[in-house]
């Protein structure tokens, strides 16, 4: 807070509470000065909005500085029309008080330039919608519309108003503006018969003079001349730079376009205007008799045009007057200076009632269409208090005006504040002002008042003029220390006051009133055959303003006087009603110059405003008051002790809350029913820090909703969590169901197709027969043979036999194809032995099973005998079909001799391994027999035929070989006799020796290998049968390789 307060105070200080030197005027005007200089118009007297007239365009009436005004503390931003504004706005929102803004200040000060600002920011901050947005062009339209018709250049104010407007703005509860209501104040109506110089008529007649087309002024019968009217040229001032009459009178038709003034009321306005300007020139000539006579009637005749009345009736009375006496009606002829005064007073009725039906007619199209209750913001913009060189009626009526607002000033700030410092019991030091109530009664008092003895002069018979009411008012209220006439007054002050005026002393200052003129103004006479002929006319607006029941009335009318009185008095009961807000305003200098600065002018102006005393009351008493329950409702979030709620007396709440917020002691008092804050800083820290407190709370709230609500969102999606749990599980349930319903089918099906499995095809083992061949067919192409020696078979369901046989051979034929088709010719002749082996040997001698894992070879010769089956081949032309080492037993003594047996086409050879040399030939066709023993040994004997080549003699060939079964089975194949091969199963054979002698071999099983020659000479071969024990595994290798 402290931060916003300096910075806010760099140029002087924008609260003048904060001035140290308060009583002091000249600080006062220094700070106003200083300010004025760095074009910061306004400054604050505590609520009280001081505004100095810059005479120059300022940009702080943007929308940005409108938008940033909007809701923010008072004292937050610098001072400006818009904070008042605001706060009234919201002041009428939030305590729901109607309000009024009383903008005050003389002539030319910036009141109706305030009261505008007032109007836009309104318009600018409530909410919008298109009805809103209707009232609102309304109300910003009524102001050109009334400152054309109302406002006039004075030598104080170009753009013055003259008639006194307060504006009642309505609206609803949501703050939107929906209605408004003008109440208008005495028009200074003389001003269209006559201008001091230097000064205008309403801008109204210069507007359509100089805006209006040709044809339209055509048909009015005007000249774009302005000096060429009586009632335009008196001032010698018609064009004025500071006006654009032009722009004004566009602006003037589109309001009345807004306004909802129609095409026909618009023609009558401007007739109304137009017949005014030629009433002026009408002139008059004095006949013999001294009696006025018209020398231009054809301006008569236009102005009855123009109106819609007769012609002949306009002149008659024009130039007339009919007195009723006795009940008869004598018309009299007038002289010129009466009939000068008939047509002044014609000019100035007319355009007085228009401007009284133009409000009406605003106030008809700002009429609020809806009937709720409406909240009311007022705005007063009243002529200011002025001193001119010549003050008439009128000034006397306006600075009248103006001592009452004052005084309702003093009622409502200075005398009704100490009033309820001492109300509620609090202490204080009264503060001296000026009470200007003295002044309101020495005007208004009865029966001895200046309006009272003015309405008894004008009334009295006899003959009054305003001489005799002077004398009057010497008599009754010379004494009176406010009142100076030239009769009362003493040596010195005489000197300065004619014999026709008199002076008041003012609040604001002394006038002197030229007493001329005040009667016939009170009187506000209009000759009766002038008001008959208006009745009488056509004009759409004249003919509703003078009506018949007005000539028919025998009341006599109110003199002026009163009627403003009961005007102000019942203004001043409407503003007393509202909560008020005051925007006081200052002229700086009296040429209207931008930048000048004229302090004694200033001075003046702050001294009659009463502005020091404003202040010297705000400093002395209390910036802020608010009942306890009011500011213990705004403020009690900021005390532990009275939040969220205080249940004591409203007071102890409020005590708590200040102490807790340690107020200083000199900063608050209590009274009785209200806190009083005495500086707005104090009150600034509390709306800071309750404004601080607002966000937390609000975050507060944020967070506690957001859990809410998320938890909300949570249940809310656990409920569907469960609910579509629910749903897929019974989804689920109802698939799985629906399975196992058609499973428990399939499975009926199958048990039923099965029982039938055996019936001829129907319609209950359809399905499964097609099953079983299926799976079975399936099962079978899984676990069909792959080899040809895979014997195994999936067996076949019954109704599948026959086929499993036809597929079983199938499979059989295929895989032998396949094997089949795979065999090469050396396997082929390799399987060709192996089968005549397996024929030979199987079961028959032992060793075969040895036999079987190995292949069949045409040479068993080693690598480095490979000369050696050369040698051999050298032997025999024919070719040499197996060879292979043996061991050969001689046939004299068994003598074993390393011996290379080979086989040719046609003969057997046994040749020496060393040097080749044929041991045995024997020819296939000498072979008698091969015997061999059933058991493991490899002995063979070749029994031989006897013949020439080889000779019987030398007995048969004992061979031992280490591949007993292929050499025998290649022996036995290569001679092409089977028959030759005999297996001795009984352990001996017997054999030829040499020389034709016998042998004999015995056989027997024994875990050593072992030939030898035994004991009875006979050959002992025993067939080591452990060292060739085979594995089950090898015979099993070797037996599949046979087949
Ligand atoms: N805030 C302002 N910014 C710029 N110029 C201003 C301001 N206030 C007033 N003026 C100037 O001062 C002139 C007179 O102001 P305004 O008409 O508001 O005076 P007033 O107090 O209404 O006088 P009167 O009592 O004669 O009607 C305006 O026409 C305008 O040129
Ligand atoms: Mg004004």
Not at 483 to 497: E, G, L, Q, W
Request: aromatic share 10%; glycine share 4%.
């Amino acid at each position: 807070m402290e931060d916003h307060l300096h910075r806010r105070d760099h140029t002087g200080v924008q609260d003048f509470v904060l001035l140290e030197d308060y009583r002091n005027p000249d600080a006062f005007l220094e700070n106003l000065k200083k300010r004025f200089h760095e074009d910061l118009i306004y400054t604050y007297i505590g609520p009280v909005l001081v505004s100095v007239n810059p005479y120059h365009e300022l940009d702080i009436y943007n929308p940005e500085i409108i938008h940033s005004y909007k809701n923010v503390n008072f004292y937050e931003l610098p001072p400006h029309v818009f904070a008042i504004a605001d706060a009234s706005y919201r002041s009428m929102r939030g305590e729901n008080r109607d309000q009024c803004i009383l903008i005050s200040g003389e002539s030319g000060a910036g009141k109706t330039e305030a009261s505008k600002k007032v109007l836009l920011y309104i318009a600018a901050s409530s909410t919008h919608s298109s009805d809103v947005e209707r009232v609102k062009d309304r109300l910003l339209e009524s102001n050109p519309l009334l400152e054309a018709f109302g406002n006039a250049k004075t030598t104080r104010n170009d753009n013055s108003s003259r008639f006194g407007k307060y504006m009642d703005i309505q609206f609803d509860y949501k703050g939107a503006p929906v209605g408004g209501h003008i109440l208008n104040y005495l028009l200074e109506k003389s001003r269209v018969v006559h201008q001091a110089p230097g000064e205008r008529n309403f801008h109204a007649f210069y507007q359509l003079l100089n805006g209006a087309s040709p044809i339209t002024l055509k048909q009015l019968s005007l000249t774009a001349e302005p000096d060429a009217y009586f009632y335009l040229n008196q001032g010698e001032s018609s064009s004025l730079q500071t006006m654009d009459d032009q722009a004004n009178w566009r602006a003037v038709q589109h309001s009345l376009d807004v306004l909802d003034f129609s095409q026909q009321q618009q023609k009558a306005l401007f007739a109304i205007v137009a017949s005014v300007l030629h009433l002026g020139n009408v002139k008059f000539e004095a006949d013999g008799k001294d009696m006025a006579h018209i020398s231009n009637p054809n301006l008569v005749a236009t102005v009855a045009e123009l109106l819609g009345c007769q012609e002949d009736k306009l002149l008659l009375a024009l130039q007339n007057k009919t007195i009723e006496a006795n009940n008869e009606k004598l018309r009299s002829p007038l002289t010129v200076d009466q009939a000068l005064y008939a047509r002044d007073a014609l000019a100035k009725g007319i355009y007085d009632r228009l401007f009284t039906w133009i409000v009406h007619k605003i106030n008809s199209s700002l009429s609020n269409r809806c009937k709720i209750k409406c909240s009311l913001m007022g705005l007063l913009d009243i002529y200011g208090f002025e001193i001119f060189q010549v003050n008439c009626f009128e000034q006397f009526c306006i600075n009248y005006c103006n001592e009452k607002l004052q005084q309702l000033f003093i009622e409502l700030t200075l005398k009704s504040e100490q009033e309820e410092y001492q109300r509620e019991g609090i202490q204080w030091e009264p503060v001296e002002y000026f009470n200007n109530k003295i002044i309101c009664d020495l005007i208004e008092a009865k029966p001895i008042g200046i309006m009272s003895v003015l309405d008894e002069e004008c009334l009295r018979p006899g003959d009054t003029t305003d001489a005799t009411f002077l004398s009057k008012l010497g008599e009754t209220i010379g004494k009176h220390p406010h009142f100076i006439s030239h009769s009362v007054a003493d040596n010195a002050t005489r000197k300065t006051i004619a014999r026709d005026e008199f002076r008041m002393l003012h609040y604001a200052g002394d006038v002197t009133y030229n007493i001329k003129g005040f009667l016939d103004k009170n009187n506000d006479l209009l000759f009766r055959d002038l008001k008959e002929a208006m009745v009488e006319t056509t004009n759409a607006i004249t003919s509703q303003c003078f009506t018949k029941a007005e000539l028919i009335s025998k009341k006599r009318p109110e003199t002026a006087a009163t009627q403003f009185k009961t005007s102000l008095a019942q203004l001043m009961d409407i503003l007393m009603s509202k909560e008020p807000s005051y925007v006081r305003c200052i002229k700086p200098n009296d040429y209207k110059r931008a930048g000048q600065f004229d302090e004694k002018i200033v001075l003046h102006q702050v001294k009659y405003l009463g502005l020091m005393e404003n202040l010297r009351v705000h400093r002395a008493g209390f910036a802020y008051r608010r009942p306890y329950e009011v500011f213990l409702k705004r403020y009690k979030s900021l005390c532990p002790a009275t939040w969220p709620s205080y249940r004591g007396h409203p007071k102890d709440g409020v005590q708590a809350l200040v102490s807790h917020l340690k107020y200083g002691e000199d900063d608050y008092r209590l009274g009785k029913t209200k806190i009083f804050i005495r500086f707005p800083r104090v009150l600034f820290a509390t709306e800071d820090a309750f404004q601080r407190r607002k966000h937390e709370l609000a975050t507060q709230i944020q967070s506690k909703y957001r859990c809410f609500h998320q938890r909300k969102v949570f249940l809310r999606m656990k409920i569907s969590a469960i609910l579509i749990q629910c749903h897929w599980r019974r989804v689920i349930a109802q698939r799985l169901l629906e399975r196992r319903r058609k499973a428990a089918l399939v499975i009926r099906k199958f048990v039923k197709g099965f029982r039938y499995r055996n019936e001829p095809e129907c319609e209950e083992n359809r399905e499964f027969v097609k099953f079983t061949k299926m799976n079975w067919l399936k099962r079978l192409a899984q676990a069909a043979p792959q080899s040809v020696l895979d014997k195994t078979w999936i067996p076949a369901p019954r109704l599948l036999a026959e086929t499993s046989g036809h597929l079983q051979k199938l499979c059989t034929r295929n895989l032998v194809l396949k094997y089949v088709k795979k065999i090469t010719p050396t396997m082929k002749s390799q399987m060709k032995q192996k089968v005549v082996a397996e024929r030979l040997f199987k079961g028959k001698k032992d060793v075969y099973p040895h036999s079987v894992k190995d292949h069949f070879v045409d040479s068993r010769l080693a690598p480095h005998h490979a000369t050696l089956k050369d040698k051999l081949q050298k032997l025999t032309n024919e070719n040499i079909k197996y060879c292979t080492y043996v061991t050969k037993y001689d046939r004299h003594g068994y003598k074993s001799r390393k011996r290379v047996l080979f086989l040719a086409v046609t003969t057997l050879f046994v040749v020496d391994e060393k040097d080749c040399k044929v041991k045995d030939r024997v020819p296939y066709s000498s072979i008698k027999g091969v015997h061999t023993s059933n058991l493991m040994d490899g002995v063979f004997v070749i029994v031989v035929a006897a013949s020439e080549e080889n000779g019987a003699c030398k007995g048969d060939i004992i061979l031992q070989s280490d591949h007993v079964i292929e050499t025998l089975t290649k022996l036995v194949m290569i001679s092409n006799n089977e028959s030759v091969l005999q297996i001795a199963a009984s352990g001996v054979i017997n054999h030829d020796l040499a020389g034709g002698k016998q042998g004999q071999i015995e056989f027997s099983k024994g875990d050593n290998y072992l030939v030898k020659k035994g004991k009875g000479g006979q050959l002992l071969v025993v067939d080591g049968s452990n060292e060739l024990r085979l594995t089950n595994s090898d015979l099993d290798l070797g037996a599949e390789r046979t087949s």
